[in-house]
């Protein structure tokens, strides 16, 4: 029969078969060890739970727990590809100075601003409707105008974040899922994802 390490009190045989203390609280309080929770999957209805001890961890690094959607839409592609933009940059800023140079050369070439050039247009009939009013262009320099809001920016990331797909997320902002996408995309674009 074994005994507490603590106060030595016998321990019952199937305490004694996981333990080496007894139940007193005293002897929980000195003996009794934590365990660290790590919640490895999600979906709609359920979270996984795990112990994280050594096991659980290689298992992480294995990759054993990825999430299949997030090569699609999630982080995962854009971070790795975020390293490979970094060591193109540097070639960038070398090819910049020859890029300068050659700019007068090519302004030489070019005609003259004033210079009459000889085209012919063939004739059309007036435009009617939307398409006969003026396209307003937005000036240089001045940001594009996107069809959503910053607000569903930022709720539609999120959401994709935790791994909903673009039409769970179209449903819970009240959007397309073309929309979605297009959010998406133009995040991983500038380089937020």
């Not at 030595?8 to 045989?13: A, D, N, Q, R, W």
């Not at 659980?56 to 971070?79: I, M, N, V």
């Amino acid at each position: 029969m074994l005994n507490c390490i603590t106060c030595g009190t016998e321990l019952h045989p199937e305490r004694a078969a996981k333990y080496d203390y007894c139940m007193a609280p005293e002897c929980q309080e000195k003996n009794a060890k934590g365990m660290t929770i790590a919640v490895v999957g999600m979906n709609k209805s359920a979270e996984e739970f795990v112990i994280l001890d050594d096991r659980t961890k290689a298992d992480l690094a294995s990759g054993k727990y990825h999430d299949q959607r997030r090569g699609s839409f999630g982080t995962s592609a854009a971070r790795a590809a975020a390293p490979a933009a970094r060591a193109a940059a540097p070639a960038a800023r070398a090819a910049a100075p020859a890029a300068r140079a050659a700019a007068p050369a090519a302004r030489a070439a070019a005609p003259p601003a004033g210079a009459a050039q000889a085209t012919t247009v063939p004739a059309q009939r007036p435009a009617r409707g939307p398409a006969a009013r003026p396209h307003r262009r937005t000036p240089p320099g001045a940001p594009a105008r996107t069809p959503w809001t910053a607000k569903q920016e930022r709720l539609a990331l999120l959401y994709n974040e935790q791994g909903l797909r673009p039409g769970e997320i179209a449903g819970k902002l009240g959007v397309s899922s073309y929309l979605v996408t297009q959010i998406i995309l133009a995040a991983k674009n500038r380089g937020k994802l």
